[in-house]
């Protein structure tokens, strides 16, 4: 039985209880926990226990900096979304081959800069590709940003991304083409009809939060118990942040 | 003379025929014969005649000659792509309307030359095109009335999953490399071959076009400037000849729309059918997601070959609309859906891009 202690806002730590809840051998807990979840760096920095730190992308790269040599795992919830996780599995196995095109269109209803939007999918490029870009070209106009990215060897990566739709929808599709063969993750393709008085509109599966968060919490606790490393570090988050560090203002 | 029946000649036939059969299924339109320069490879000469003999119409190996005494008005290109505007040239100088095969040209010179003989004499171009297709019509007519409000942004994901030969890494030590044209004739069977030609081309040259114009089409506004990749990513062909089968372009639009395209042979097993090809467009209204393939209808069953496209494409008559498009052309004088200055523009961004590609760095196009 692994104990975790939640230091974390309310919403999110709703979240997190109902991930643990998912889990066998897992159990939130206040006092003498053999795991941490926090949002807070500094109380990620003094722990003496693991830590899962939630909303890396939000903290300063030098606070990041400070962790350095601590037992951190950096949440890139992201990774491990329903739709992202079989894409990752394939590409992990060999099955794609070698990657060569990674295309993400993600827009968002939520009124956020477009650079902060796109640190997920900056993540997934450097992820999926093995390192960050070698080279990157970017084209910004107000609630919009698209990153070209190319990575060492041959691979490249295209996002477009726009923040503050018009309505209430987000809109994601990613296909990552290899040498051997793609993954395609779509919300075109897993869009739903509903067909009424007034015509007829896609209902799109919203993404499931919760069930990225238990994925993550399942990766966080088999580190910790099969005493291995995790499958993302900090590093990966600070790579992020130093590729969107180039992007200039709209 | 809406009931005039256009009498056309075919200038070379040696892709396979997808062009020509447009023009000879159109009921204002009939093929009187097919001429070729006669200094052609056998294996030009070989597919003339029986493209000819299949239509029961004569060949002839003299162009020249072909378009002083032969009675049309029209004259169908479908050569390989290099000697695309050469023929379209001679056509044009002959007083002839054209009808010329996808790419206009690698050579923006040659564009250049082609735009300035059609407006010199007087005729009328298109150029194979795909923007009648259902879901570009689709797409058009929900930008036109408005539904997304002005466009933003459009992105075209434009992927072919056929095999292009044997796989990039696959040519072992002493092996000499991939030949360009006998890798094209290979092609020829299942239809995939439009970069048939002495020059080898690239995924962006050979096809780029068909993307570019539905950009082109929905944007109405000229691109001026492109970021663009390059890679030989699936195909030893395009690795030994050093052409792309991968490239990915950023595009700025003059009207301050911005666009991209994602291009691609990315090989059979990618893709249950021909491909993933579709439209993401940004209004500031709202969003429109295009899939070029739709409608269609899904086909599974027992013993199905595993190359036999499962969902078969449904409703699409962008052949039929393109030539009535150039008939209205013909008739009263108004533009053809892709004219020969348009496709020249698409050269010109072609270009553009395979230069960003080399130099890594940023390209304004050549207006």
Same mark, same amino acid.
């Given at each position: 039985m692994i104990r975790i202690k939640l230091d974390l806002a309310p919403g999110r730590k709703e979240l997190y209880t109902a991930a643990l809840a998912r889990l066998r051998a897992v159990r939130p807990a206040e006092d003498g926990a053999d795991a941490l979840v926090t949002g807070d760096v500094s109380a990620a920095k003094d722990s003496p226990v693991p830590c899962l730190l939630d909303g890396p992308e939000e903290c300063d790269p030098g606070q990041l900096e =400070?962790?350095? #040599?601590?037992s951190v795992m950096p949440g890139h919830e992201w990774r491990f979304l329903p739709e992202i996780l079989p894409v990752a599995e394939c590409h992990a196995a060999g099955q794609l081959g070698a990657p060569g095109l990674l295309r993400i269109h993600h827009w968002l209803a939520a009124d956020l800069p477009p650079r902060r939007a796109a640190f997920a999918q900056v993540d997934l490029a450097h992820w999926f590709f093995g390192s960050p870009p070698a080279r990157a070209h970017f084209l910004t106009r107000p609630h919009y940003l698209q990153l070209h990215l190319g990575f060492p060897g041959d691979g490249m990566a295209l996002i477009d991304l726009a923040t503050n =739709?018009? #309505?209430?929808a987000s809109y994601y599709s990613m296909h990552l083409i290899g040498s051997e063969g793609a993954a395609y993750a779509d919300d075109h393709r897993n869009a739903h009809l509903l067909i009424g008085g007034e015509g007829s509109r896609a209902i799109v599966h919203e993404q499931n939060l919760l069930l990225a968060i238990q994925a993550m919490v399942k990766e966080f606790v088999a580190g910790i118990s099969g005493k291995r490393a995790w499958n993302v570090a900090l590093q990966d988050t600070v790579h992020a942040q130093q590729t969107l560090k180039e992007v200039p203002d709209a | 003379m809406p009931d005039k029946i256009y009498r056309a000649l075919v200038l070379s036939v040696v892709k396979h025929g997808y062009l020509p059969n447009a023009v000879a299924a159109h009921p204002r339109f009939e093929l009187v014969a097919v001429a070729d320069d006669a200094d052609r490879p056998d294996w030009t000469h070989e597919r003339n005649q029986l493209y000819a003999d299949q239509h029961g119409i004569s060949y002839l190996r003299d162009v020249e000659s072909s378009l002083k005494d032969i009675d049309c008005e029209v004259v169908v290109v479908s050569s390989e792509a290099e000697r695309h505007c050469d023929l379209a040239m001679r056509a044009a100088l002959a007083g002839k309307h054209i009808v010329v095969d996808k790419p206009l040209s690698p050579k923006l010179a040659e564009c250049d030359a082609l735009v300035a003989a059609v407006k010199e004499n007087g005729v009328t171009c298109l150029v194979w095109n795909r923007n009648f297709l259902p879901a570009l019509v689709e797409a058009r007519r929900a930008l036109e009335s408005g539904a997304i409000g002005d466009l933003q942004a459009i992105h075209c994901d434009f992927y072919f999953s056929k095999d292009a030969g044997p796989r990039k890494g696959s040519r072992g030590p002493g092996d000499p490399p991939l030949d360009w044209v006998e890798r094209q004739m290979d092609a020829h069977a299942d239809g995939s071959d439009g970069g048939v030609g002495v020059q080898p081309l690239g995924e962006l040259q050979i096809e780029g076009i068909y993307p570019l114009a539905y950009i082109r089409m929905l944007?109405?506004?000229?691109?001026?400037r492109v970021f663009a990749a390059t890679a030989t990513h699936f195909h030893q062909a395009n690795v030994d000849n050093e052409v792309d089968d991968l490239a990915t372009v950023s595009l700025e639009m003059e009207s301050g729309c911005v666009g991209s395209l994602c291009i691609g042979r990315i090989g059979a097993a990618s893709h249950p059918d021909i491909g993933e090809i579709k439209l993401h467009l940004l209004g500031s209204e709202g969003s429109l997601v295009i899939s070029e393939a739709r409608p269609e209808v899904a086909v599974y069953r027992r013993n199905q070959p595993p190359a036999e496209f499962k969902h078969r494409r449904v409703a699409d008559e962008n052949n039929f609309l393109l030539m009535e498009n150039f008939a209205a052309a013909l008739d009263h004088g108004s533009e053809t859906m892709l004219d020969a200055n348009g496709a020249r523009d698409i050269a010109a961004v072609v270009q553009a891009s395979l230069q960003s590609a080399r130099s890594g760095t940023p390209i304004n196009v050549t207006p």
């Open positions: =400070r962790l350095s #040599g601590v =739709r018009p #309505g209430t | 944007v109405n506004s000229r691109v001026q």
